[in-house]
């Protein structure tokens, strides 16, 4: 028998705060795993350990430009050097240092022992191997010293961070390989509705493309998760029920787009219910109020509205956070700061709203954001311009341009 959502004993209406808490209690006691692979794979990837940097960084003195190792006081004299060798990189000079001498050396080259100093190849004359400078740099001048990057004991990566570019070159810079990283969670992406077709296939009059699964696929993969599977279900209770029923059995967590309203079309409520737990329908929130979400199984499901500035939205505010939290077993809620508006901002309703906008660098050299003129949620090309999100109180509101508002960068 089919349960009324409506009558069904957990929180409906909350705050979005209340919602980043019961997402978090829901989630927050299933086992993270991790496993080793190779450093070139890694990349998205969160780190599993704490990786500690083993020697120095650089692990010995060495040039910082072609030119020739000389000694500080002897340059200052102006005396004529004389070349007694040459270093380059990954070859070092082994032979003696005696006085007025100079050593040739190449970028990257170890220094040589018994100098200080780098005089650039601009300001040499050489002649039959005797240098003479014209130009006297400073003490030490284009030399890089041991350690002066980072010393033995630097962490290089905490456990739970996500591995970019460029901790993907201090790893390897540091010579970790292979890594521990955390296995990332699968995640089935479900678009649910009749008037929808796939790209690609042919679409009537009546019908629609899905682009909410496109956009949710590469938002969870820039999240660190892996797309297990990606369906598209028309308004059928029985249909609905058997996919996500053998979903639920090998994913880690579904997202699904549409069908969480409140009319007799709005299938998911009653059938969360029904087949598992619904932990919160409704947020007092705009866009996203239907958000639900819940267990299908031993699975946890995210229902967000069908609206694909919904989805754009509620991704980042809710499912993203989620995904890190079930990837590395740490909660991270999303990073706000405070901006000043570029220009006046009206919200004339009692809900709290999370409007999407564009922050940029003014003139001034300041982080400014500026809300989209049209905040409508089905609204889908203004998304391209989209960088930020504007999180907005309960309560009618005029903000002037100048204030202060919070502002997640995306």
């Known amino acids: 028998m089919a349960i009324d959502p409506f009558a069904a004993p957990y ?187 796939e790209p690609g296939q042919p679409c009537a009059k009546d019908h629609v493309y899905q682009c909410n699964n496109a956009l949710l696929q590469s938002l969870i993969e820039q999240t660190g998760g892996v797309v297990q599977c990606r369906e598209l279900l028309p308004d059928d209770p029985q249909k609905i029920a058997q996919a996500l029923t053998t979903i639920a059995a090998r994913a880690d967590l579904i997202v699904t787009s549409g069908s969480v309203s409140s009319s007799e079309m709005d299938l998911l409520p009653p059938l969360l219910a029904e087949h598992g737990q619904v932990h919160f329908w409704q947020l007092q929130l705009k866009p996203g109020h239907p958000t639900l979400f819940g267990r299908w199984g031993d699975a946890p499901l995210f229902g967000l509205p069908g609206n694909i500035a919904s989805v754009f939205s509620l991704f980042h505010a809710l499912v993203a956070p989620a995904l890190r939290l079930m990837a590395t077993g740490h909660a991270q809620s999303p990073a706000r700061q405070h901006m000043r508006l570029s220009r006046d901002l009206l919200k004339s309703h009692p809900r709290a709203e999370i409007q999407r906008g564009h922050w940029r660098i003014d003139a001034n050299g300041n982080a400014c954001v500026e809300p989209l003129a049209n905040q409508q949620p089905h609204r889908l090309l203004s998304l391209k311009d989209v960088n930020a999100l504007i999180y907005l109180p309960t309560g009618a509101q005029e903000c002037r341009a100048g204030e202060r508002v919070w502002v997640q960068c995306l």
């Open 11 to 197: 929180p409906k209406n909350i705050p979005l705060s209340t919602a980043e808490e019961l997402v978090g209690a829901a989630l927050s006691g299933r086992a993270a795993y991790a496993e080793r692979v190779d450093l070139y794979t890694a990349a998205g990837r969160y780190s599993a350990d704490d990786v500690i940097l083993a020697r120095p960084w650089p692990p010995f003195s060495q040039a910082a430009m072609d030119g020739f190792a000389v000694r500080y006081d002897e340059l200052a004299a102006r005396s004529a050097l004389s070349v007694v060798g040459r270093a380059q990189a990954g070859s070092a000079y082994r032979g003696e240092a005696p006085p007025n001498s100079a050593v040739r050396v190449t970028t990257g080259a170890p220094m040589p022992q018994g100098y200080d100093t780098i005089i650039v190849d601009e300001h040499c004359m050489v002649s039959a191997a005797v240098l003479t400078p014209t130009a006297i740099p400073s003490r030490g001048a284009n030399v890089r010293v041991v350690g002066e990057d980072a010393a033995p004991g630097t962490r290089l990566l905490t456990r739970g961070e996500r591995i970019g570019p460029v901790q993907l070159a201090l790893l390897a810079a540091a010579g970790v390989q292979p890594l521990r990283v955390y296995v990332p969670p699968r995640v089935a992406i479900v678009g649910l509705g009749s008037e929808l077709t």
